[in-house]
């Protein structure tokens, strides 16, 4: 690797200057830092620091220089020390940032140029089938682990010699299997510990049983322990998405959990879960084995069971090794790209990678940031702004569907209109004039700043959402920093591109997976891809430092007009639209690729007066898609057949089911398959069956109607009766588990018959023993044909009398 392992700041009480601490080839360096700590500031400041008078630009006026102080540190510290809001600039960027800003190829002198040490690993936890198992109470069953030097030897299957069980001797007894694993990690000194979910489950897990067993689980995982807290367990809150989520540190390693980059993965569209088995799937990575864990026990009692149970774990291990040589190429590639530390690229936020590309190269024009975009815009339009056009004109069943894209949509457009925070500006709102009440039109000015004669290009965008027209302009004389580095990205990928059809056409299609130079090229340029894709959630966050809300306005509403125009030309063939993409339905039309682009280069060329035309459309292969149904539902949802991954894919908050018993989900799968298979008709005898079947509710099993919830304590239940506090008073009374081990455990339960009853139940219960309310479960069933156009199929196996219900939400109380 080209950059550090892992970076930190570091403070020796000396009152030296600052220093920053890096791991690299399993040896720490702790250096002085390339720059010194610093701010900037309106009035001279009296507070300990250097002042250097400089001359600098806003990002809400790139074209006036005002006069400010630049305050340099001898600690970090001292920034958010001294700094303050009403006369303090860029004071809350975090020092290691402020290094990868301003400095950034000095981490290359510190690269991990050695071959990575890696160990991929997964726990199984002992249980009985009646809660999900929580530390207190259920020892670890099991560990599998692999231990790997280098990437280039990351593979080998579920079978490989490298993949090592360790099982428990002892029923309710973990101490020999922790200090066993544990003296694995210390002896092979890994750079990289790979789980899935293990910053949130796994890590945690086994911190708090060796807690129990009196282990000294921080001098097993960290590579020193002169630290304070070398293994930090930090509860971190990603402000754009408002989630939680668990960051790992580990003195010297990476905690590298698989969760996160799997769910931020765009590319998995479609996809029926993020759970590790369905990622696999997705991935085609062989030998994935299922089994029902809900109750370990039950396979710990009989030699088969265990000989089951460790197939499933070597299965999981190898899943877990697999997924991160896909994951890790890009976090490494976008790691050296970018001067970003691998730590930092693991642990990374969203807007990390922009944030350090745009403070880069606004530095490059001497302007800094003024404020984050929530300080220098109307709140109201910030929390009320629209985003692309998504919509369906045609609902039901489509027989054949074709996808038209816009080739990098917004990233195009940006470049199209010379879209960056420092050319871009919100002048004004005018009355809202309906959702194609654009305007557009070209202004020469005379800049008061500089005397300079500049062209502008205003819009006056229309914002439902907000209820306003937003009225721009776009500096058209300056080429902006945003689309000068999009057109550097897009070179650089299409050359990769190039290559590895190139590759493709020496080697055959099928055997590029096995060249090391294709597997690098695809790295790079997936990596270019996610920081294409970045950047336009980034400048309309209310987060971002350097972000600008005009520029978000222009991208989304210069999108949802060009894509407006298109479906206007060619509606009559338009089912549906997403952001980027028109779905048509071919049996009434087949809009070709050089048609659409026409038309767009000329609103683009003709209409708007560009020189140039950048946005394109391009057809998904002919075979690519199969039928479809679109759902006349609230929202866009929708099922297309996706010829290519021999899947359906799922979209909208009602094509999921995750509200729903497992039955419904079940019932999903079997009976859109066969609709889209042969359509909606009576004819169909594979949906007629598949209808049927899925009512027979002989057949049902407890998993089917059974849902999972998390259980709080009863004071964070604010009002009412939630069905988490009911359930968790349940699972109380039947196995007496105290409150303290109830709290956050997981328990299943199912729905009786009589108004709010409910049942906890237990992996091992019978169905039968329970009064469980069929008349609620069909009702789902009901819905669901329902939101399909299916309500006239009049299923054979319905045997329960309907009663009055508004609607499914209704059940749950």
């Known amino acids: 690797m080209k950059v550090p392992l892992t970076?930190?700041?570091?403070?020796?009480?000396?009152?030296?200057?600052?220093?920053?601490?890096?791991?690299?080839n399993g040896r720490r360096h702790i250096v002085t830092a390339p720059i010194l700590p610093y701010m900037y500031s309106k009035t001279r400041p009296i507070y300990p620091?250097?002042?250097?008078?400089?001359?600098?630009?806003?990002l809400s006026n790139p074209y006036k220089e005002v006069e400010l102080y630049k305050c340099e540190f001898n600690s970090s510290g001292d920034v958010g020390r001294y700094g303050n809001d009403n006369d303090c600039y860029e004071n809350h960027i975090e020092f290691i940032n402020r290094s990868m800003i301003d400095n950034p190829e000095w981490v290359e002198n510190f690269a991990n140029t050695n071959p990575l040490r890696i160990i991929c690993f997964d726990f199984e936890m002992e249980n009985d089938g009646k809660t999900f198992p929580v530390a207190s109470r259920n020892a670890i069953a099991g560990v599998g682990y692999k231990c790997i030097v280098g990437r280039e030897s990351l593979g080998g299957g579920?079978?490989?010699?490298?993949?090592?069980?360790?099982?428990?001797?002892?029923?309710g007894k973990d101490d020999d299997i922790l200090t066993k694993f544990l003296g694995v990690v210390k002896e092979f000194d890994p750079d990289i510990i790979v789980g899935f979910n293990s910053n949130n489950f796994d890590l945690r897990y086994a911190r708090d049983r060796c807690t129990i067993n009196g282990i000294n689980f921080n001098r097993y995982m960290a590579r020193s322990n002169d630290v304070m807290d070398p293994v930090q367990f930090l509860e971190r809150h990603n402000v754009a998405s408002r989630k939680k989520y668990t960051e790992v540190r580990i003195e010297g390693r990476i905690s590298y959990d698989l969760y996160y980059p799997v769910i931020r993965d765009q590319s998995m569209f479609g996809i029926k879960s993020r759970q590790m088995k369905d990622v696999a799937a997705w991935y085609r990575i062989k030998d994935i084995v299922k089994e029902d864990m809900s109750n370990v026990n039950r396979y710990l009692e009989t030699e088969d069971g265990r000989k089951k149970i460790d197939r499933y774990l070597r299965s999981d291990v190898n899943i877990t090794e697999q997924l991160f040589k896909i994951y890790v190429a890009n976090t490494m590639m976008m790691s050296e790209k970018l001067w970003i530390p691998l730590d930092e690229m693991v642990n990374a936020t969203p807007s990390l990678t922009s944030n350090i590309i745009f403070g880069r190269e606004l530095m490059k024009k001497n302007i800094i940031s003024d404020g984050s975009v929530s300080t220098r815009y109307d709140k109201n339009h910030i929390n009320n702004k629209r985003g692309g056009w998504v919509e369906t004109y045609k609902f039901g069943f489509v027989k054949k569907i074709k996808k038209l894209d816009f080739k990098s949509y917004y990233p195009f457009l940006t470049v199209q209109f010379n879209i960056s925070p420092e050319t871009t500006f919100i002048v004004g709102y005018e009355e809202y004039q309906g959702e194609m009440g654009y305007k557009f039109w070209w202004k020469e000015e005379v800049d008061?700043?500089?005397?300079?004669?500049?062209?502008?290009?205003?819009?006056?965008?229309?914002?439902?959402t907000l209820g306003k027209n937003v009225l721009v302009k776009i500096d058209q004389t300056h080429e902006g920093f945003l689309p000068k580095y999009m057109q550097d990205l897009f070179a650089e990928r299409a050359a990769l591109k190039k290559r590895m059809k190139e590759i493709e056409k020496e080697l055959g299609k099928e055997k590029t997976g096995e060249d090391v130079e294709y597997a690098g090229l695809k790295s790079r340029e997936n990596a270019i891809k996610i920081i294409i894709n970045s950047f336009t959630g980034y400048v309309g966050s209310e987060h971002a430092l350097y972000g600008n809300l005009g520029c978000y306005v222009c991208i989304t509403g210069f999108g949802?007009?060009?894509?407006?125009?298109?479906?206007?030309?060619?509606y009559q063939t338009v089912v549906s639209s997403d952001t980027d993409a028109i779905y048509e339905d071919v049996s009434i039309g087949n809009i070709s690729e050089q048609e659409a682009n026409n038309f767009i280069s000329g609103i683009v060329i003709g209409e708007l007066g560009f020189k140039k035309c950048w946005i394109v459309m391009e057809a998904e292969g002919e075979d690519s898609f199969g039928s479809a149904y679109f759902l006349n539902t609230i929202g866009k949802n929708y099922y297309i057949k996706d010829n290519g991954r021999g899947a359906v894919i799922k979209h909208g908050v009602s094509t999921k089911s995750s509200?729903?018993?497992?039955?419904?989900d079940r019932a999903t799968d079997d009976i859109v398959t066969a609709m889209?298979?042969?359509?909606?008709?009576?004819?169909?005898k594979p949906l007629m069956d598949a209808v049927n079947n899925i009512y027979d509710t002989s057949k049902w099993t407890l998993r089917d109607i059974s849902k999972g919830t998390h259980v709080r304590k009863a004071s964070d239940y604010t009002k009412g009766t939630p069905i988490g506090l009911t359930i968790g008073r349940l699972a109380k009374a039947r196995w007496n588990i105290p409150d303290s081990d109830l709290e956050g455990m997981q328990v299943q339960y199912i729905k009786l018959r009589g108004k709010s009853n409910y049942a906890v139940v237990a992996e091992s219960d019978d169905i039968n023993r329970f009064a469980w309310d069929k008349e609620y479960y069909t009702n789902m069933l009901d819905k669901l044909l329902e939101n399909l156009g299916l309500s006239d199929f009049n299923p054979k196996n319905r045997s329960v009398v309907r009663t009055v219900q508004r609607n499914i939400e209704d059940a749950w109380g």
């Open 49 to 58: 620091c250097i002042p250097t008078l400089v001359k600098k630009r806003f």
């Open 560 to 570: 949802r007009y060009i894509t407006q125009r298109v479906i206007e030309k060619f």
């Open 158 to 171: 579920i079978d490989s010699d490298d993949i090592i069980t360790i099982w428990g001797e002892r029923r």
């Open 448 to 464: 008061q700043y500089s005397g300079e004669k500049m062209t502008w290009f205003y819009a006056s965008i229309p914002d439902s």
């Open 659 to 664: 509200a729903m018993a497992r039955i419904v």
């Open 7 to 24: 970076i930190s700041t570091y403070f020796d009480n000396s009152g030296s200057r600052q220093k920053l601490k890096m791991w690299s």
């Open 676 to 684: 889209l298979d042969g359509g909606v008709s009576f004819k169909n």
